[in-house]
């Protein structure tokens, strides 16, 4: 194993990204990034500088032929115990092949999640144009045909989650599990972030804009009517542009996040990796009691075209949730 290699296995292995790693060193995330490349090679007192904050000795990181780490602190032995779990391989073809899974899945992924927040516009619609006579629809009809519409878009969607999902299983591993590249791959997926980072800033950028502007349309009805029937086509349309904001939000984030997930940055360093594996049961708590108050207010009620609103609360406030219980987690 090469200089290069062991730089990224153990800044890995102690869950920092390369702008961490950089600070630590006194050098630019663009040296660490030349390092790990095998661009250049750190020099005697960086390398020095290196074993001490690894916790390894020179020799390890030296030579070639040494392949298991000497740990010189027992700082560096207590952070292993923590964290002894089986490290998954990943070769050059499985990330290739993993990339191009995820290429394929992004958009129909987006597609779906897309659905499901357009789903409900035909029956707020139908809803409303049932109570203007000149539409003559009867309120059992519009509620009739905007639940079949919702059902069989939900339909498509979760068809849709289904076949992505059964696409990308084998490699579900890259999320949640600690992973060792193969020599190359990460020069590799470098390069690919790096040639599509401008596109996943402008679907980025996009996405979020529209999600912004999606509330013109209800305060510009606000502005100039008090008619229900304009106020629910303006929530429709604030749907549409939430939906279209949506598309092109999560088709950057799934194929940049593939990327990070192969390189074990931004979310997916080694230390988060282990905080989301401890905060998966709370998690799960939190959305299956957010599903059974949604749909016993649903059913109670019957006004499945405003329980929806408790989706966006809901999705608010779990940042909230998480940073909270994490907090206890911690404490305790």
Same mark, same amino acid.
């Given at each position: 194993?090469?200089?290069?290699?062991?730089?990224?296995?153990?800044?890995? @292995?102690?869950?920092?990204?390369?702008?961490?790693?950089?600070?630590?060193?006194?050098?630019?995330?663009?040296?660490?990034?030349?390092?790990?490349?095998?661009?250049?090679?750190?020099?005697?007192?960086?390398?020095?500088?290196?074993?001490?904050?690894?916790?390894?000795?020179? /020799?390890?990181?030296?030579?070639?032929?040494?392949?298991?780490?000497?740990?010189?602190?027992?700082?560096?032995?207590?952070?292993?115990?923590?964290?002894?779990?089986?490290?998954?391989?990943?070769?050059?073809?499985?990330?290739?092949?993993?990339?191009?899974?995820? /290429?394929?899945?992004?958009?129909?992924?987006?597609?779906?999640?897309?659905?499901?927040?357009?789903?409900?516009?035909?029956?707020?619609?139908? !809803?409303?144009?049932?109570?203007?006579?000149?539409?003559?629809?009867?309120?059992?009809?519009?509620?009739?045909?905007?639940?079949?519409?919702?059902?069989?878009?939900?339909?498509?969607?979760?068809?849709?989650?289904?076949?992505?999902?059964? @696409?990308?299983?084998?490699?579900?591993?890259?999320?949640?599990?600690?992973?060792?590249?193969?020599? !190359?791959?990460? !020069?590799?997926?470098?390069?690919?972030?790096?040639?599509?980072?401008?596109?996943?800033?402008?679907?980025?950028?996009?996405?979020?804009?529209?999600?912004?502007?999606?509330?013109?349309?209800?305060?510009?009805?606000?502005?100039?009517?008090?008619? /229900?029937?304009?106020?629910?086509?303006?929530?429709?349309?604030?749907?549409?542009?939430?939906?279209?904001?949506?598309?092109?939000?999560?088709?950057?984030?799934?194929?940049?996040?593939?990327?990070?997930?192969?390189?074990?940055?931004?979310?997916?360093?080694?230390?988060?990796?282990?905080?989301?594996?401890?905060?998966?049961?709370?998690?799960?708590?939190?959305?299956?009691?957010?599903?059974?108050?949604?749909?016993?207010?649903?059913?109670?009620?019957?006004?499945?075209?405003?329980?929806?609103?408790?989706?966006?609360?809901?999705?608010?406030?779990?940042?909230?949730?998480?940073?909270?219980?994490?907090?206890?987690?911690?404490?305790?």
């Amino acid at each position: 194993m090469i200089l290069a290699d062991k730089i990224i296995n153990l800044r890995k @292995k102690n869950g920092w990204s390369q702008e961490e790693l950089a600070e630590k060193l006194g050098v630019t995330r663009q040296s660490i990034s030349k390092y790990e490349g095998a661009q250049s090679i750190p020099d005697l007192d960086k390398i020095l500088k290196l074993s001490e904050i690894f916790g390894v000795t020179t /020799d390890y990181l030296i030579k070639d032929e040494l392949e298991e780490e000497e740990y010189a602190s027992s700082q560096m032995q207590e952070n292993e115990s923590e964290s002894d779990r089986s490290v998954h391989k990943v070769t050059m073809e499985m990330a290739n092949e993993y990339l191009q899974i995820i /290429d394929w899945t992004a958009g129909k992924t987006a597609f779906a999640t897309m659905l499901c927040i357009l789903s409900p516009i035909v029956l707020l619609m139908l !809803g409303a144009m049932s109570e203007l006579p000149d539409y003559h629809i009867s309120e059992n009809a519009a509620a009739g045909i905007g639940i079949c519409v919702l059902i069989v878009l939900i339909a498509i969607a979760v068809t849709i989650f289904i076949l992505c999902g059964m @696409k990308t299983k084998k490699y579900e591993f890259m999320e949640k599990e600690d992973i060792e590249t193969a020599y !190359g791959v990460s !020069g590799m997926v470098k390069e690919k972030r790096d040639a599509y980072h401008s596109m996943y800033v402008t679907q980025l950028v996009i996405g979020i804009a529209c999600c912004i502007c999606s509330v013109i349309p209800l305060f510009g009805t606000l502005a100039v009517s008090e008619s /229900d029937f304009y106020m629910v086509s303006a929530v429709c349309m604030l749907l549409a542009l939430v939906a279209i904001g949506t598309y092109f939000i999560v088709r950057s984030a799934a194929k940049m996040n593939a990327m990070n997930q192969l390189l074990e940055e931004e979310d997916y360093t080694r230390q988060k990796k282990h905080e989301n594996r401890k905060m998966s049961g709370p998690v799960t708590v939190y959305w299956l009691i957010a599903t059974a108050i949604y749909l016993a207010w649903s059913f109670t009620t019957n006004d499945w075209d405003r329980t929806w609103i408790i989706w966006p609360v809901v999705g608010v406030l779990f940042p909230a949730f998480y940073a909270i219980v994490n907090g206890i987690r911690k404490k305790s």
